[in-house]
């Protein structure tokens, strides 16, 4: 079963136009989120890293909060550029264990 | 610093073939995974290595074998290839640090088996 759902399943904006990602969760007891950009043919990269005590990180244009009561995740990606079309991907650990629980993960594309 | 590479890139099976992926990390990281990553589903942990010598299964171990006889390289073994094993297969490693959540992930080896 899947345990950290993802919304949209699909997304398409203009260029230069923000959009929101979503992330509900359900993975207990809860360590850290964590988002990924997967770009066509490429490997996972990490964006941003949440444990349970924060609830805001920014990495450039991206910007991911996280509220642990709700067991929602939201990344904010502002002012978009054709290069953020790609997957995100978002990733809930658990305290006890070494797996990953990974969503489907959001595909977007930013057209001119 | 390579990070993590994968070989080979892409691979073409006939049912029944075995063969192996090859993945290395130059970070001296701890841990290493394996995943496949199949349309419509998330990635998933075939067989994971918290150091070297030993191996653990995942989520979907039936049909690879692994092994892990040097720090920084992490084998992923399919025996007896199956079409249900046509997938995207993505290797990854994290340092064993406390605190330390980072994966790094390789380009991924697509497998094709007919």
């Known amino acids: 079963k899947n345990q950290v759902e993802q919304s949209p399943q699909s997304l398409i904006i203009l260029e230069g136009k923000n959009c929101t990602l979503q992330c509900n969760y359900t993975v207990s007891p809860f360590s850290n989120l964590r988002w990924y950009k997967q770009d066509t043919g490429r490997g996972p990269v990490s964006l941003t890293i949440?444990?349970?005590?924060?609830n805001t990180k920014s990495n450039g244009r991206y910007t991911a909060t996280l509220d642990a009561d709700t067991k929602q995740s939201s990344l904010h990606i502002t002012a978009s550029q054709l290069s953020d079309s790609a997957s995100y991907i978002c990733?809930?650990?658990?305290?006890?264990?070494?797996?990953?629980?990974f969503g489907k993960g959001t595909s977007l594309l930013v057209t001119p | 610093n390579a990070g993590v590479t994968q070989t080979p890139k892409f691979r073409v099976l006939k049912t029944g073939q075995s063969m192996t992926l090859l993945c290395a990390q130059d970070m001296n990281h701890e841990y290493m995974y394996w995943y496949r990553q199949d349309p419509g589903m998330g990635l998933r942990l075939i067989h994971y290595s918290v150091g070297e010598g030993t191996t653990a299964k995942g989520e979907v171990p039936d049909g690879y074998n692994v092994s892990r006889l040097k720090k920084q390289n992490f084998l992923l073994g399919l025996e007896s290839a199956a079409p249900s094993q046509t997938s995207v297969y993505f290797c990854?490693?994290?340092?064993?640090?406390?605190?330390?959540?980072?994966?790094?992930f390789g380009p991924g080896t697509r497998l094709t088996v007919t």
């Open positions: 990854a490693s994290r340092s064993g640090l406390a605190g330390s959540y980072e994966q790094y």
């Open positions: 949440m444990t349970f005590s924060e």
């Open positions: 990733v809930v650990s658990a305290m006890s264990g070494y797996a990953l629980n």
